[in-house]
């Protein structure tokens, strides 16, 4: 099994500057990405509100961010995750090709996948007329009446890209008349389009062809009515679903659709799990909040990681035999025993090394030692468990058994 | 090792003339799928070495070949024998699927 400090599962440009962040403070730092490198971003064609670039591409972005991380000595594989293990202070990373790897901390930047309508007909004419994506197809719909689904700043923009090619847009937009999800630029620009064409209040529920797609069926929401409308091509534009789906029972707490919950510091529930970019709950996810929640949660992790090596040098390295303390700062009683412990020891000249670990926050080093209450007392010896005291208010008692 | 890219007398040659069992995939530089599945064939092409052909036809360069078997989109995996068309596989697809159609395509 290869050993990382840290690992980023994810290729956009959280992942990517976590990893510069990671490897300029020179933690061994591997990068996982299953497909190419820049996610999301690599399938936008136009950026013109990253600072620092007026107006770039997204693949061209993100190849200066992959090249940054490089530069800092960054490891990348270009492999898919499985399945993870969280569930011991090492974390342990599993991919699609049987490789293990593990890492002291991890960060989960694997963003979102364009969402699916899961209607009759989707799953069969992928590729023979549905799409997902304009840059890649909206070349084969020249001279063609297309249906776009959708309207956020994804959906009407590539709408008119589609329009450069296709002789015909109609855009299925879920609101009332004059309403559209995207910005406001974009809007007015698709308004007086003259290729472009609206049906409002309206879904699709079903994508029609043999072999190719021949019609959708629409369906207006106000009035009820379902009729076919016919065209040669459809693209989603639906929004997006986070791609979390492999870290479904790795005990990472996730909300209903998926995102990961974090804190200020991108902290997960789970000690040394980290995650950034779109695939946390959040307000705003751009190229610009993903980054800086990759550097955040890379900085944050650094300091996890600073905190574990010191806490292996302190304690399982030590000289002198060490009293790992198990303690909850909210119960009276776990404090008390901290100070009766603390007070023997000084009354015994030191004999032991106490160290303090708080339950609420040391969750993986609790599990480490099956530690389910406090107050706790385990006795290292050169790093191995020799004894475990039975904790009381006895001072005798305790006295006896160290 | 990365795929042979096919021109239209390559591709004759190969699918037609020799009816050599293959697939072919088409694809183009700017497709983000694309760039997920080429590397999927790239790992298992040495596998078949022999035995399956693995080929690549760029969209952008070769549009009359893409036109020809009217497809709508990238990337397009199409699978040949003895100069018949076999099928085809759209969009993301995993190495298992593609393996599947493989032992299908020699096996018939």
Known sequence: MENYDLVIIGGGPAGLTSAIYGG????????????????????TREIVNYPGYVETTGPDLMKDFHEHAKSFGVDFLREEVLSVDFSQEEKVIKTKKGKEIAAKAVIIACGSAPRMLNIPGESRLRGNGLAYCATCDAEFFEGEHVVVVGSGDQAIEEGMYIAKFASKVTVIVLHDEGTLDCNKVSAERAACHPKMNFIWNSTVSEILGEDNVEAVKIKNIKTGESYDFPCQGVFLFVGMVPATGFLKDSGLAMDKRGYIPVNELMETNLEGVYAAGDNRVKYLR???????DGATAAVAAGRYIDELNSFN????????????????????ESLAFSTLLEELNSEMDSKYKVVKVDLATKKSMANKYSIQAAPAVVILDQGKEVKRLECSMDKESIKAQL | MSLEQLNPTRFEEIIYDNGDPCLVIFSRKTCHVCKEVVPVLEDLQPKYEGKFGFYYVDVEDEKALFQRFSLKGVPQILFFNEGEYQGKMAGLVEDDKVEEKISEVLGA
């Open chain 1, 313 to 332: 040098a302190e304690v399982l390295q030590s000289d002198k035999k060490v009293a790992l303390l198990f303690f909850n700062a909210m119960v009276d």
């Open chain 1, 286 to 292: 751009q190229v610009v909040t993903s980054a800086g």
């Open chain 1, 24 to 43: 300029r403070s020179k933690l061994k730092t591997l990068l996982i990405n299953k497909g190419t490198i820049g996610g999301m971003v690599d399938t």
